[in-house]
């Protein structure tokens, strides 16, 4: 007797290397083989007269072989079997290339079901390679709506919805319900057997969308109930109480008053850190929105306390930023401010190390170096890092193994839609920085294409006579791309600006340099060294240039708008009017949608909400993967919705059942410590 577990082997037609194939699909056992979701369908349910179909459709048509099927020499290596089909409407030549067996399995007079693509030529009606079977032969490639599966070498399509259909046939009764009765019941979802049958095999779109339902549902809620577990064990881990302040006394000795959104977010952050609970709290704000202050903010409510700060900053160059800012609203309020970062000499590595080991720092601020074995801390009691280098569990453990159990602020600078949050977050609480500071000017931006060129130009030379400097932005261009159209790479775009502007200072950092000279390049830039910078997009990290008043963005289509936000937040942090100019010959109905947006809005939540309804969740985060937790048939950025109904019923069931200890529950457990155990390294 097969069960759910049983290996893939003990269907009928799959040996060892079939078995083989399906394990890359990530197929083990028959249940991992029936949840082996087709990723699309192809509608082969209705037959056609063939008289009414038109040229480049594919569809199923029943017809009767008008001739003996003729085989055919074209030349060497290419025969092929022609016949004539026709039904009560019309007719239609059918062609087999290289299938010479077809002239022996069909006969004149043969009642014949064909899935194929229609192609005219005048009058003439054709089609190439149908799939065919006999009218009544029970094969069941025509008449119905056919699933279409992930494929890779070594299988088929037919193999696989073979083997499905054996699996489901083996076990299908013993799926588990992963979804407790009242759920189901309440959000009128068909059974597991039903969705599971249906979603591989439907009988009509009406069933395939009650199995597609209830699936997706599933899906999002065994996710839920995984993030509510994670947020769970976070409430139980105990924290330092820090003893209540008065943020005011911080506020008061600002050069500017905080916005009402700062206020909020550092109220919010200290009732964390003063319940007993170790804080874990992610600062989400747009560029400029003024996220540094909120940590100096509690930096200082830590050093009030008696506690130590540690401030991760992703590259060398931000952590001198940092160290500047934060030096700004810090020291003169008498706190102790160190640096640590790997460029420093061994020696005064040493001293920052011995002194933040003595307590003699209030704040440490340096990259990821920070948390190294041999950095020891008296004290610690904050740490803030940024979104890249979110703290993981491994991470905290070993913190914790040093005696420190930190509170812990996370910042953000991209603006991400409410579900995805709920997601990639679910383990902390959020504060929006939802406001600017005041007097902030509207960058204006301006979609143009190649021939603006000599205006651009122009337009840099102006705005550099007048003292200010320009970012010049083009797309990483990857080994081995292939191209329709050439990109601008940043060297060869730097050459040219320079040969444009001779008598102007041109620099360029790009992909292909060590770190160390990126970070110098980008000093003598931020020091006014340089008029023009030329990048790609190693400067999305976030240097301020209060003097850059342009950017400019070269093949504009290539970027996401999330993207484009967060490097036109590269200027208008100074007091200077600012310009973002997108440069595109693209002129695509959806990169002129794109490119219209970002005219459109400066609001960074705006932009993202738009980037994911545009490309979907999984370009959204490009390259720079955040380790979203892989779904099968539910989609993060579409199905919201559902995201929020599964969330209210889980959380309902885990204040009925927190630990998922009741019988009933047993299979969602599972389920729940199967996707918990698969995401350990991923998406907490
Ligand atoms: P981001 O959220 O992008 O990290 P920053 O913290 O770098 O933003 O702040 C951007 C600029 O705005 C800084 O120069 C900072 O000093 C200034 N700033 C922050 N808060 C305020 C405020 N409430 N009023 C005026 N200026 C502010
Ligand atoms: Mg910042």
Request: glycine content about 8%; charged content about 25%.
């Amino acid at each position: 007797m097969a069960d759910l577990n049983t290996d893939v082997r003990f269907i009928k037609g799959i040996g060892e290397k079939k078995a083989l194939a399906l394990n890359k699909l990530g197929v083990f056992s028959l249940y991992d083989l029936v949840s082996f979701f087709p990723r699309r369908y192809e509608d082969r349910s209705q037959f056609r007269l063939i008289a009414e179909t038109a040229d480049g459709e594919t569809v199923c048509i029943k017809a009767l072989v008008a001739d003996t099927p003729r085989l055919m020499r074209i030349r060497r290596g290419m025969e092929l079997v022609k016949f004539r089909a026709v039904d009560e409407s019309g007719s239609v030549d059918i062609t087999y290339f290289n299938q010479n067996y077809v002239k022996d399995n069909l006969n004149r007079g043969d009642l014949v079901c064909f899935y194929g693509r229609i192609e005219c030529k005048g009058a003439r009606r054709s089609m190439a390679n149908p799939v065919y079977e006999h009218e009544g032969s029970g094969k069941g490639v025509t008449g119905r709506i056919m699933p279409v599966y992930r494929m890779t070498a070594g299988l088929n399509q037919r193999t696989i919805l073979q083997a499905v259909r054996q699996g489901l046939d083996a076990c299908g009764d013993q799926l588990p319900e992963a979804l407790p009765e009242a759920v189901r019941q309440r959000q009128k979802l068909v059974q597991a057997r039903y969705a599971y049958e249906n979603i591989h095999f439907p009988a009509d779109f009406g069933t395939l969308e009650l199995a597609r339902r209830r699936l997706i549902f599933e899906e999002l809620f065994v996710l839920s109930c995984a993030l509510s577990d994670v947020r769970r064990q976070r409430v139980n881990d105990r924290g330092l109480r820090l003893p209540a302040a008065d943020p005011e006394d911080f506020w008061r000795t600002l050069p500017f008053a905080p916005t009402g959104a700062q206020r909020r977010a550092v109220s919010e952050a200290m009732a964390d850190m003063t319940g007993g609970k170790a804080m874990s709290r992610l600062v989400q704000g747009d560029v400029g929105s003024g996220k540094t202050l909120v940590a100096a903010a509690l930096i200082w409510f830590a050093h009030r306390g008696g506690y130590t700060s540690a401030f991760m900053a992703p590259t060398e160059i931000l952590a001198d930023q940092h160290f500047a800012t934060l030096s700004g609203f810090l020291a003169p309020l008498g706190l102790r401010i160190g640096k640590l970062t790997g460029a420093m000499s061994a020696k005064e590595k040493r001293q920052v190390k011995t002194a933040l080991k003595n307590g003699e720092l209030d704040l440490i601020i340096g990259t990821h170096a920070l948390f190294s074995d041999d950095v020891e801390y008296s004290n610690l009691g904050l740490v803030v890092t940024d979104e890249q280098h979110r703290f993981g569990v491994g991470q905290r453990a070993a913190l914790i193994g040093k005696g420190a159990r930190p509170h812990v602020l996370v910042m953000s600078a991209t603006p991400i839609p409410r579900t995805l949050a709920l997601i990639l977050y679910g383990d902390l609480d959020v504060s929006v920085i939802d406001e600017l500071p005041p007097g902030r000017q509207k960058v204006d931006t301006f979609a143009v294409n190649e021939s603006y060129r000599a205006r651009l130009n122009g337009f840099i030379r102006k705005l550099v006579g007048e003292g200010r400097q320009v970012f010049v932005v083009c797309p990483m261009v990857e080994e081995n791309e292939e191209l329709a159209v050439p990109l601008k790479s940043a060297e060869e775009h730097a050459a040219a600006l320079q040969k444009e502007f001779p008598e102007l200072r041109v620099a360029c950092v790009h992909g292909k340099m060590k770190p160390k000279d990126k970070d110098a390049v980008m000093r003598a830039f931020a020091a006014g060294e340089a008029d023009i910078l030329v990048s790609t997009t190693v400067i999305e990290v976030g240097v301020d240039v209060p003097n850059a008043a342009l950017m400019v963005v070269e093949n504009a289509e290539r970027f996401g708008l999330s993207q484009l936000h967060q490097l036109r937040g590269r200027v208008g942090r100074g007091q200077h009017k600012s310009w973002c100019i997108l440069v595109s010959d693209n002129d695509s109905e959806e990169t002129k949608a794109r490119l219209g947006i970002m005219c459109k809005t400066n609001d960074g939540f705006q932009i993202s909400e738009e980037d994911l309804r545009l490309r979907g969740p999984g370009d959204f985060f490009g390259s720079r993967q955040h380790g979203l937790p892989e779904m099968h048939v539910a989609d993060l950025g579409a199905d919201v919705n559902v995201m929020q109904e599964a969330q209210k019923e889980a959380r309902l069931l885990l204040e009925a059942d927190p630990q998922l200890t009741r019988p009933e529950n047993a299979a969602l457990r599972e389920r729940v410590e199967k996707l918990l155990a698969q995401s350990a390294s991923g998406w907490n």
